[in-house]
């Protein structure tokens, strides 16, 4: 059996008296899109940001293939091939939609200057449906295409794993329809990507496996129609009395 691009083993992270991931451990395999799901508070992003640096963790082990990179700087990994969005968007407020790519280009795997990160920053804001608009300044985008911009330079680092956390929040029908496509369309290009999503018809369309966390812990994990219709994730949703 092949090695998996991520695993996580035992994961755990405290602030003070609150324990918001408690020895959680999955895997996500080259080529799929893993679905991290749970309850508003349930320990999603903060497994995000374990993994992709912007915490360390009190206990366990995060590894990229077969190289332990446990606690590595944001700047590290990304180097190394893992590459985020968030959950409240970051882009380079007075700086052009493509000097924002091109920030990405110059600090990921493949990095380029010149002509080339130019052409290349243009595709990529082509890919994410905002061709044209490489001159405009990143603040005077509306919310949607700031995280079009997001995801553009997230792409800019040619990652090996690609998190997204809750990247398709808040978009309305037939933007949803065209995010839902574009996600497919990078795992089909052979992008590995491990997202947060509440949208749920999003993660039943994209999603070739769930894990499920609840209160920091991983309480359940497999395929999403089976995973979304098991009795303790749907009491984590809506309680005990509905469950």
Known sequence: MSVPLLRVEGLTRAFGGLVAVQDLSFEVREGEILGL????????????????GALAPDAGRVTLRDRDVTGLAPHRLSRLGIARTFQLVRVLPAMSCAENVLAG????????????????????????????????????????DQKRLELARALALSPRLLLLDE??????????????????????????????????DAI??????????????????GPPGAVLAEREVVRAYLGDEDA
């Open 37 to 52: 799901l749970g309850p508003n508070g349930s320990g999603k992003t903060t497994a995000l940001n374990l993994v992709s």
């Open 105 to 144: 280009i110059a600090f990921g795997r493949d990095a380029a200057w010149g002509g080339a990160a130019w052409d290349r920053a243009r595709a990529l804001l082509a890919r994410v449906g905002l061709a044209g608009r490489e001159d405009h300044r990143a603040d005077t985008l509306t919310y949607v």
């Open 167 to 200: 990247w398709l929040a808040g978009l309305n029908p037939t933007e949803l329809r065209e995010g839902i496509a574009l996600i497919r369309s990078l795992r089909d290009e052979g992008r590995t990507v491990l997202m947060v999503e509440h949208v749920m």
């Open 204 to 221: 039943r369309a994209l999603t070739d496996r769930c894990v499920v966390m609840n209160a920091g812990r991983r309480i359940a994990e």
